[in-house]
């Protein structure tokens, strides 16, 4: 009977065991879960406002080539041809006698152009014969001073989508993939898009949304789960929406396989557990000797000291290597389009010709960064975390730095450097001085818009021989005495949204008081800026390194 009430108290324990694992298990599921989404929500929202801009920036450019190839008086119909060459797209001269002649759409958009013969009328968006869709541009065309028609120029957008923005580029693992839609919720870019997704425009203006929506496949409707990011475009009266679209379930598929592994593996440790108790309990029962018993206890309470140090040790390591492999793979994530770009510019004839440097320097990096995400993977798999400090040579740090740095120097800007031969060497992490550097300059550049002198110095400091210091001058625009205060404080930027986030300042703030150093900034509006950088250098206790500049 005894026996029974003891089973029965086993069992409830565990039952009350696998209830609580599986609600933390739950619990850490819906945490991770939404911290995934939001990061992914975060990087295709980026995503579709880059692209977005760069989209509405070919466009444009297209208007100002429509513009810039047809204005101004013209002796006669034969320059019309050479500006049609000159545009590379699809163009169709139209008498000013044929307008009543055309469809009822351009026959609108001529009067409207009438009334302002210079400007370029951009629209509508009509389907192609062939099933694409093509943009259309007007503009009138003057013949030794009078207006004898218009130029129809056709901007085929299935072109625009795969060869110029390289938009279908956008697909990866995840089932993700861009669209572009007008107002109506038509399909536009690519033309040849057949899987037509249902209530997409509801989300316009959200930014980006999880979403439940109707698509058809194969003739029949089906209702996925999406993550959507949406970006609004206008180019004259036209409205268009940039969609990137992906799989909400293929996001979330790994780590919920990851959840069910981690329950299954918890409930059997708690099940053995409970059994293994029971037998001592039982084994504990038979001892008929005092001492035995005692001497039981005893090994008994060392044992479970000993499981419990190196449950926490295992439990310790296995949550590190978790985190590690999970910031491997979102770094991965992060770099996949920064390689596949780094691809696409190096089959690309003409930009491998005229920049074959910095699309090797491009591809190193981004072999590097793959290093990186290996080495962490590596040690999520071992369970062990060392941080990589060391000291290296700061000299030649500098020299690779400021190799990075001549090749982002625009041509109005004059690089002057003096750095010192003595080969200091400083302690922290390979690479941070570079990106010291890097960031610094990058902030000099954009503070001389107009040209000016930068200035890279390196060696042992002025002011204290157990540091070396580096100096970054520019003679650009300087800082105001009410921002100078703010300029390390994280997202604080002047810079326009396209120039700079307002963390790099913040970053390299960060990795020099990580090498143990200080950094102070002296500037004058209209005169230029200067910082200052300081850092404690190491030296063998039977060495003396002797002050070179």
């Given amino acids: 009977m005894r026996n029974k009430k003891l089973l029965m108290r086993q069992i409830v324990i565990a039952c009350a065991s696998i209830v609580c694992l599986v609600g933390v298990v739950f619990f850490s599921y819906s945490s991770v879960e939404k911290m995934i989404i939001s990061r992914e929500e975060e990087n295709m929202k980026s995503l579709a406002k880059v692209n977005a801009r760069s989209l509405f920036s070919t466009l444009e450019s297209k208007k100002d080539l429509v513009y810039a190839a047809f204005s101004g008086d013209m002796e006669n119909l034969d320059e019309v041809e050479t500006g049609s060459i000159k545009m590379g797209e699809r163009c169709e001269y139209v008498p000013l006698e044929e307008i009543r002649k055309q469809q009822e759409w351009e026959q609108k958009q001529c009067a409207e152009m009438l009334k302002n013969p210079g400007e370029v009328v951009i629209g509508p968006i009509e389907q192609t014969e062939e099933g694409a869709y093509a943009l259309y541009m007007l503009k009138t065309i003057s013949v030794r001073g009078k207006i004898t028609g218009y ?9 625009i989508y795969e060869e110029e923005q390289a938009l279908s580029a956008l697909e990866t693992e995840n089932g993700r993939y861009c669209i572009v839609q007008n107002e109506a919720g038509k399909t536009i870019m690519p033309g040849t898009y057949r899987k037509e997704d249902i209530s997409i425009s509801h989300i316009a203006g959200k930014g980006s949304t999880v979403k439940w929506i109707y698509e058809t496949n194969g003739g029949s409707l089906k209702n996925t789960k999406k993550l959507i990011a949406c970006e609004t475009i206008t180019i004259g009266e036209e409205k268009l929406f940039l969609y990137i679209i992906e799989n909400y379930n293929e996001l979330v598929t790994p780590l919920e396989r990851i959840s069910l592994d981690f329950s299954l593996i918890g409930i059997l440790l708690v099940v053995t557990a409970i059994g293994f108790i ?24 060392e044992t479970m000291k000993k499981q419990e140090g190196l449950m926490k040790k295992y439990n310790h390591s296995k949550t590190l290597g978790v985190l590690t492999g999970a910031i ?190 200080t950094i102070r900034v002296k500037t004058e509006i209209g005169k230029g800026t200067m910082f200052i950088v300081d850092f404690p250098y190491t030296i063998e206790e039977t060495e003396k390194i002797p002050a070179s500049n």
């Fill in 328 to 517: 491997a793979h979102e770094f991965n994530n992060l770099m996949t389009p920064i390689v596949l770009y780094a691809e696409l510019l190096e089959e690309n004839e003409v930009v491998q010709k005229e920049m074959p440097d910095e699309i090797n320097e491009l591809k190193t990096s981004a072999v590097r960064c793959g290093e990186l995400a290996r080495q962490l993977l590596d040690y999520s798999r071992q369970g062990k975390a060392e941080k990589v400090l060391t000291d290296y040579d700061a000299v030649y740090a500098m020299h690779e730095a400021i190799n990075i740095v001549k090749k982002i120097l625009p041509e109005n800007i004059v690089l002057q450097e003096n750095i010192c031969k003595t080969p200091y060497k400083i302690h922290g992490q390979v690479g941070s001085l570079n990106q010291i550097v890097l960031n610094l300059a990058t902030n000099a550049v954009h503070a001389m818009k107009k040209g000016g002198v930068l200035k890279i110095e390196f060696g042992l400091s002025t002011d204290d021989d157990k540091f070396v210091r580096l100096i970054i001058e520019d003679n650009g625009e300087g800082i105001p005495t009410e921002i100078k205060q703010k300029v390390f404080q994280p997202f604080f930027t002047t810079k326009k949204v396209s120039e700079g986030t307002g963390i790099g300042l913040t970053v390299v703030k960060r990795l020099t008081e990580e090498h143990g150093g």
């Fill in 151 to 159: 130029v129809r120029v056709q901007l085929d957008l299935d072109e």
């Fill in 278 to 301: 029971y037998k001592l309990q039982e084994h504990h029962k038979k001892e008929t000797e005092l001492v035995k018993e005692l001497q039981h206890e005893k090994t008994l309470n």
